[in-house]
């Protein structure tokens, strides 16, 4: 991870500009195309209160000129200045201004990449389902979710119980934020990771959506199951926002999931969103969707971002963002 901007790399230019109010930082190869080019639009992580394109720099150059595409990076709001949702409304708002005027980059209008990692790839598997209502634009070519949380239910699933206590993201800290993120009481924390918030109604209906029996049984490893604890109804009507859709993409109905592009996944070992991964993969699958899946064995929450750290460079990280320049020169 750079604590300082990561220089520019000679064969890009790059341009802070503004796509519908929202800053944006677009990285364009300078060589010719014999035609116009793939587009990427980059979701930042930082559990949506930290974070700056500048920090992902070093990302950004290696993508834009090893997959000969032009990257969008977002600079979204960051909360609590800018409350939820402001901040996948501001990035669906870029999104769409860039679908809106590809050309003007070079980009071909139907081949544009969301993606993001940790809070970034959440909201771009939400933006994503928010697009499918969006008829006037051309269809996204594919989503990128690099170690993202997608639903807020279960924090006893295994990947959970396995990385309590990992250092970057550890399981009271991915409840501490997600409530911090939502502007909540974090005396709620106690009463959430037990899933004392989830109403009796949804357990039932997603329950065979968010369960450890749809966890592959090599990733359990002597995991015995929790159950969510009694709901509480104070409980839920303190942070309702935590269920829905546009915070937990795994909860949207079939007709939405059925309609996303081609997927990119990648999970960490290591992560205690590893199982959110692996659930929205088989969530996608089951609705027909075509997802590929790169796992990283040895990798951790964040890791990406130390691709690029000189003495603290991580193979993981080179190896994830390797993994997201093959994808996109295969669509």
């Known amino acids: 991870m750079r604590f300082m901007k990561a220089r520019l790399d000679p064969s890009l230019s790059a341009k802070d500009l503004l796509f519908d109010g929202v800053p944006v930082r677009v990285y364009q190869p300078k060589a010719p195309s014999a035609g116009r080019r793939k587009g990427m639009v980059l979701f930042h992580g930082g559990a949506g209160m930290v974070?700056?394109?500048?920090?992902?720099?070093?990302?950004?150059?290696?993508?834009?000129?090893?997959?000969?595409?032009?990257?969008?990076?977002?600079?979204?709001?960051?909360?609590?200045?800018?409350?939820?949702?402001?901040?996948?409304?501001?990035?669906?708002?870029?999104?769409?201004?860039?679908?809106?005027?590809?050309?003007?980059?070079?980009?071909?209008?139907?081949?544009?990449?969301?993606?993001?990692?940790?809070?970034?790839?959440?909201?771009?598997?939400?933006?994503?389902?928010?697009?499918?209502?969006?008829?006037?634009?051309?269809?996204?070519?594919?989503?990128?979710?690099?170690?993202?949380?997608?639903?807020?239910?279960?924090?006893?699933?295994?990947?959970?119980?396995?990385?309590?206590?990992?250092?970057?993201?550890?399981?009271?800290?991915?409840v501490h934020f997600a409530l911090r993120y939502l502007n909540k009481d974090l005396a709620l924390k106690g009463d959430v990771l037990k899933g004392s918030h989830v109403p009796e109604d949804f357990r039932l209906k997603y329950r065979n959506w968010v369960s450890a029996d749809n966890i592959p049984e090599e990733f359990k490893r002597g995991y015995r199951e929790v159950p969510l604890a009694p709901y509480k109804p104070e409980v839920y009507k303190r942070c309702p926002e935590m269920l829905e859709e546009t915070f937990s993409s795994i909860f949207a109905e079939d007709h939405v999931i059925k309609q996303l592009p081609e997927t990119f996944i990648v999970t960490c070992e290591y992560d205690v969103f590893r199982d959110d991964g692996l659930l929205y993969k088989k969530r996608l699958e089951d609705c027909g969707v075509k997802v590929r899946w790169f796992h990283a064995e040895q990798g951790f929450h964040g890791v990406m971002n130390f691709a690029d750290s000189g003495i603290f460079t991580f193979p993981t990280g080179v190896q994830?963002?390797?993994?997201?320049i093959d994808f996109v020169k295969s669509l």
């Open 51 to 174: 974070g700056t394109v500048d920090f992902y720099q070093d990302i950004c150059n290696r993508i834009a000129k090893e997959a000969d595409v032009v990257v969008v990076a977002v600079s979204y709001g960051l909360s609590p200045e800018h409350p939820y949702p402001s901040q996948y409304k501001q990035c669906l708002a870029a999104a769409i201004h860039f679908m809106q005027n590809a050309e003007v980059f070079g980009v071909d209008p139907s081949q544009i990449i969301i993606f993001g990692d940790s809070a970034g790839g959440s909201f771009a598997s939400t933006i994503a389902q928010q697009l499918t209502k969006r008829p006037d634009l051309p269809k996204l070519r594919a989503q990128a979710l690099i170690y993202s949380g997608v639903q807020a239910m279960d924090f006893n699933l295994p990947s959970y119980v396995q990385n309590a206590n990992m250092p970057l993201l550890g399981k009271e800290n991915a």
């Open 320 to 324: 994830i963002v390797d993994s997201i």
